[in-house]
């Protein structure tokens, strides 16, 4: 049996999404790449949706998981933004210190073009540790903002701040959920994890849903434009890769523009009466 026809590939809103765990049933197409769909989407669900993208530097952030949060609070929902780090070391050419801040305003910038709000955790650049002093800082950030869904970095990465990011997130939502762990907030459970499709994560990613971003995808595009990176400044071209990306996606799932989201094993699961 191939690759595509072992996973079901799912055209979702935003909305459909955040809800697919808090129903406790997936929705499945058998639609394939390059094949028409035999069906419509599922039902979107009325309770607007609260997503939090969490990454180890705002352009991760932005680029890889921007859009999901601008559909949100498109949708009626809300959206937050958390970069572990600020990214200060990523140009060649201007002091980390300087670049830092100018990293922080552009992440403000794009927040409000969105709709979403920015949070920051001061980390260092290329520094970023994993043990539970970080992971319960993105616990309590959890705890007091309650996103429903959670955007993160797969753990097959080259960047070992991407690695680091996917560990303390995994923690931070056990320990956010953990009713035992007495901290200024209560606990509070994330329904469902979405791992980004990330050009520096590619190393065993599978994408196993695609959501239509066709919406705001020229808001989403507007407000990475505020990060001279997404122009090519550090030398990859971030709006080539992202920009085709999403017309790739949007082929594969039958709608103009889309993202591919990859989901943890438990989340695949289906409950079924027959075949």
Known sequence: MSGTTRRELIKLSGATLAALSASGTALHSSQLPGQP???????????????????????????AMGAPVA?????????????LTLGERGSSTIPPAQYGVMQRDASN???AMIGATALFLAYRDGELP??????????????????????THWKGSWHKDHRACYEIVQNAIFYA??????????AHEVRQIAF???????????ADTYLDISPIFEQYSSACSTFPMWRGETGFRYNDYYSSRAVECGCLSHCRYAVSLMS????????LQAL
């Open 196 to 206: 980004a499709d990330n050009w520096e994560d590619a190393d065993g990613f599978v």
């Open 71 to 83: 559909l949100a609070t498109h949708q009626g929902g809300t959206g937050f933004l958390l970069s």
């Open 264 to 271: 943890p094993a438990g989340q695949r699961v289906r409950k």
């Open 177 to 186: 959920g953990l009713a035992a762990l007495a901290r200024e907030h209560s």
């Open 130 to 151: 994993i043990n539970d002093e970080a992971s319960l800082a993105v616990c309590d950030l959890l705890r007091r903002y309650k996103p429903t869904t959670v955007v």
């Open 109 to 111: 910038k794009a927040a």
């Open 37 to 63: 769909s035999s069906e419509t989407p599922g039902p979107v669900s009325k309770t607007p949706s609260s997503v939090m993208a969490i990454a180890a530097h705002p352009g991760d952030t932005f680029f």
